[in-house]
Structures are given as structure tokens and as C-alpha cells.
């Protein structure tokens, strides 16, 4: 009783068929495997580049002055 027989399972394929069609279906198909293929390729990609050092994120450089009188104000430069 715990799990569905092979009937159970024609069944809901039926009515899900019946829903959405199978031009529907097809199109989630092809997107969900073009996100799978994706997500594969990403994690070849990331595990290509072990050992390098992830490049570190742009900072926000604003020009108001701070209003916290223990904030250090410097002037921000980029390495060349």
C-alpha cells in the first residue's frame, strides 16, 4: 500500500497529458534539459579551476562623506 503500482502511475501520466498537452510538455522537456546540460557544464567549469583564487568583488566606491567619526576615508585605486 505504501508505494503506486504501475497503473497508478499511467494514470497521472494520462492526466497530466490531458492538461497540458504534449506540444506543453515537449517545450519543458527541451528547457529542462537545456538547464541540466548547463548546470553540468557549469560544474565542469568550476571544478577546471581548482587552485586559482576566485576573483575578489568590485567594491562600491561612494564620494558622500562618512557620518561615523571612526571611518577612515581613502581614495580607492586600481592595480595596473
Same mark, same amino acid.
Given at each position: 500500500?505504501?508505494? !503506486?503500482? %504501475?497503473?497508478?502511475w #499511467? %494514470?497521472?501520466? #494520462? /492526466? $497530466? /497529458? #490531458?492538461? !497540458? =498537452?504534449?506540444?506543453? #510538455?515537449?517545450? %519543458? =522537456?527541451?528547457?529542462? =534539459?537545456? +538547464?541540466?546540460?548547463? !548546470?553540468?557544464? *557549469?560544474?565542469?567549469? =568550476? *571544478?577546471?579551476? $581548482?587552485?586559482?583564487?576566485? +576573483?575578489?568583488?568590485? @567594491? @562600491?566606491?561612494?564620494? +558622500? ?8 576615508? /581613502? ?6
Amino acid at each position: 500500500m505504501g508505494s !503506486f503500482s %504501475i497503473w497508478h502511475w #499511467l %494514470i497521472v501520466l #494520462l /492526466v $497530466v /497529458v #490531458l492538461i !497540458f =498537452g504534449t506540444k506543453k #510538455l515537449k517545450n %519543458i =522537456g527541451s528547457d529542462l =534539459g537545456g +538547464a541540466v546540460k548547463g !548546470f553540468k557544464d *557549469g560544474v565542469k567549469a =568550476g *571544478g577546471d579551476s $581548482v587552485g586559482e583564487t576566485p +576573483a575578489s568583488p568590485a @567594491q @562600491q566606491v561612494t564620494t +558622500a562623506k562618512a557620518i561615523d567619526p571612526n571611518t577612515v576615508d /581613502v581614495e580607492a585605486k586600481t592595480k595596473s
